[in-house]
């Protein structure tokens, strides 16, 4: 029984990855993922979720993805830098609860005094420490670095300022921090993709972004490598081939 049992979790897996495949390679449905992604975002749909009471900003794929990742991965440590509304620190916690272990570190240039007050009220506010400073600033690394230390497990989000230098930046600071088999993910690389914001302007746009970002980072260091099967099933993302793993110690 056992046996059998294990036989037809791997068939399903195998399954899962098949189909991650054809979603990844079927052209169609991926200029129609871009097209939706754009028009939803002409209405700021990612605006419009939360996670155990707070805004979470993120669109559901992969607010799923990102539950999957830590279940599995099991890190003990997640850094976040991008604190915003608090809604993905919230969730990442939520998930170390049920594992049973693990601190989430939020890190962001402005943690308005509402937001603070938010996540320090929350139930899972134990799990989270929250570091106010440009995660850019040595000052702010060296005291992410510090609480990381000593961790086997540590998984990096990076979703603050997305012009292309100081993701660039974020990614050489961050990325050595991370522990192999565990992921580092780059948010809104969907950027490089889409057409300027107009109807909400920003500093960042195609050539100026988190993918242009990690194209640059991904040709200077071999630790990374973009996760097929997560990145593939994801139809529609704000972070499409943003999921990396880390593939080397």
């Given at each position: ?7 037809d ?42 996670w ?42 939520s998930i ?12 962001d ?11 320090a ?9 929250l ?28 979703d603050?300022d ?29 950027v490089?993709?889409?057409?300027v ?25 071999d ?6 099967y ?17 593939v080397?110690?």
């Amino acid at each position: 029984m056992v046996t059998r049992m294990h036989d037809d979790r791997e068939q399903f897996a195998e399954l899962q990855r098949d189909c991650s495949r054809r979603l990844q390679d079927d052209s169609t449905l991926q200029r129609l993922s871009m097209d939706t992604t754009w028009q939803a975002d002409l209405s700021n749909y990612s605006y419009v979720w939360t996670w155990l009471g707070l805004p979470i900003i993120q669109m559901p794929t992969d607010i799923l993805v990102m539950q999957e990742i830590i279940w599995a991965g099991r890190p003990q440590v997640v850094v976040e830098t991008g604190v915003a509304r608090g809604g993905s620190l919230i969730m990442y916690a939520s998930i170390l609860e049920l594992i049973g272990e693990g601190r989430v570190i939020g890190v962001d240039i402005d943690i308005r005094p509402h937001n603070r007050a938010a996540i320090a009220s929350h139930p899972l506010a134990r799990r989270i420490d929250l570091i106010q400073g440009s995660s850019t600033d040595p000052g702010v690394v060296a005291q992410v670095r510090a609480a990381v230390a000593g961790a086997e497990r540590v998984m990096v989000v990076l979703d603050s300022d997305h012009v292309h230098e100081h993701v660039l930046s974020e990614l050489r600071a961050y990325g050595p921090m991370v522990t192999e088999g565990q992921f580092l993910v780059v948010a809104d690389t969907v950027v490089e993709h889409l057409p300027v914001q107009e109807h909400r302007p920003r500093p960042w746009h195609p050539g100026n972004s988190p993918g242009s970002a990690l194209d640059a980072y991904l040709a200077e260091c071999d630790r990374f490598a973009p996760d097929e099967y997560i990145n593939g099933k994801l139809v529609m993302t704000q972070s499409p081939g943003g999921y990396l793993r880390c593939v080397a110690r």
